[in-house]
């Protein structure tokens, strides 16, 4: 069998921590080369993974490598550019999360799948979790009714990515909502089979890590200056849907939570549930009972499945998971609750894709 030549494109953490590192497990990939604007980072990477070629600039190494396949690893506001013109120099892409910085971004990048007849796949690893499978499974065969409520959480005391990659918006887009609310919108809507939202009202905040003494206390990368945090720390969300369902959406990295909590709770007619631990509430003989699973779930390596699966898809020419229109939809929904937090008002979701 050919083998299906891949490149990277930003040669940085996620490149180095779990695109490249899987791709190197696959018989049939040639892991051809990799780009970063910063040339000591593709470099690197080119030596540690013995990968033969590396480039300053992505656009030649689009032209000279022909390759199948692409990863984008840049940050969200630079998926755009190194996603449109892979596809056009005819490549599948992988993107990473968010789909991109802003919604306009992620339509361009929608069109251009369409335009050139090329898969692109937003790389949301937590669509291999067992669990938000057994979920989704669950609200498909009826066990919860019609479901009214969701409750969205991705919660950190204290866990800021501290590097401009995420806390400067001219490079991220945005802070922990398209950080980490993108896992949570995506996981309620795929649990959900993507309902069709209708309005969206938000606040965001960026008291804690606008606190010189908080910033002095660091993230993740260190401390940083309040004047280079450009970002919200805190956002909150209320999405309503045609259906009449409901979506309470709350996602942070710095809070005095009583605990990080990721979760996903859904209340419907026949049934209540919720991801973490999963967990079925039900009414069985006219008593509450709670349904858990008895063993635990063996849960494969969801990066290494992403990359298997996006090869996969390379492979049979279809897009196996997250396809770009959720990618798309989900950014939908970010992006109202930040024009709605912007505005002080209640907002239309953007839906006719
Ligand atoms: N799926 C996950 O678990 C996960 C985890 C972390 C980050 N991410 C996502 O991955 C992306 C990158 O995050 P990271 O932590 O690897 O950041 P990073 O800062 O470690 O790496 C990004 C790299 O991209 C390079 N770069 C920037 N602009 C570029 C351009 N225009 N062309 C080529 N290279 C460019 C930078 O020089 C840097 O080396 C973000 O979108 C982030 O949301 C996903």
Redesign the pocket.
């Known amino acids: 069998m050919k083998k299906i030549r891949v490149g990277i ?10 695109h490249i590192p899987n791709y190197k497990k696959i018989e049939d990939v040639e892991l051809a080369a990799c ?4 040339i000591s ?2 470099k690197r990477a080119s030596k540690e993974f013995k990968i033969p070629h590396f480039y ?3 656009e030649e190494m689009l032209e000279k490598e022909s390759l199948d396949a692409v990863s ?5 506001i ?2 755009k ?2 996603a449109i013109a892979a596809m056009k120099a005819g490549a599948h892409v992988l ?4 789909m991109a910085g802003k919604l306009s971004d992620a339509k361009k990048m929608y069109e251009a799948s369409k335009k050139y007849g090329k898969i692109l796949i937003v ?3 937590t669509r291999f979790r067992i669990d938000l499978n057994a979920l989704r499974q669950l609200v498909q065969a009826g066990e919860l009714g019609d479901v009214y409520y969701a409750r969205a959480l991705s919660l950190r005391r204290w866990g800021v ?1 501290a ?4 806390i400067d918006k001219r ?2 887009g945005g802070g922990p909502l ?2 980490i609310g ?1 896992y949570s919108v995506d996981m309620a809507m795929y649990a959900l089979g993507f309902p069709a939202p209708k309005k969206a009202y938000a606040v965001t905040y960026n008291r804690i890590c606008k606190d010189p003494s908080m910033a002095k206390k660091g993230g993740w990368g260190g401390p940083w200056r309040v004047e280079d945090f450009t970002v919200e720390d805190n956002a909150f969300g209320f999405v309503k849907f045609r259906n009449g369902m409901t979506m309470l959406l709350e996602t942070n990295w710095a809070s005095f939570s009583p605990s990080d909590a990721f979760n996903l709770v859904l209340l419907g007619t026949k049934g209540g549930a919720q991801l973490e631990p999963l967990e079925l509430y039900k009414d069985v003989l006219g008593k509450r009972v709670v349904v858990k699973p008895h063993d635990e779930f063996h849960q494969p390596d969801i ?1 290494e499945q ?1 990359i298997s699966k996006f090869v996969e898809s390379v492979r049979t020419g279809k897009p196996l998971f997250s396809p770009a229109i959720e990618g798309l939809k989900v950014q939908a929904i970010l992006d109202a609750t930040y024009r709605s937090a912007a505005q002080k008002k209640e907002v239309d979701v953007e839906w006719d894709f």
Do not use: M, W
């Not at 494109?9 to 779990?18: E, L, M, P, Q, Y």
């Not at 590097?163 to 995420?166: A, D, M």
């Open positions: 494109i930003g040669s940085g953490g996620i490149a180095c921590a779990t780009a970063d604007v910063d980072a593709a300053r600039e992505y984008v690893c840049t940050p969200n630079f998926h550019g190194p993107t990473e999360k968010p790389g949301f690893q990515p590097r401009p990659t995420f490079v991220s398209l950080d993108c990066y992403r």
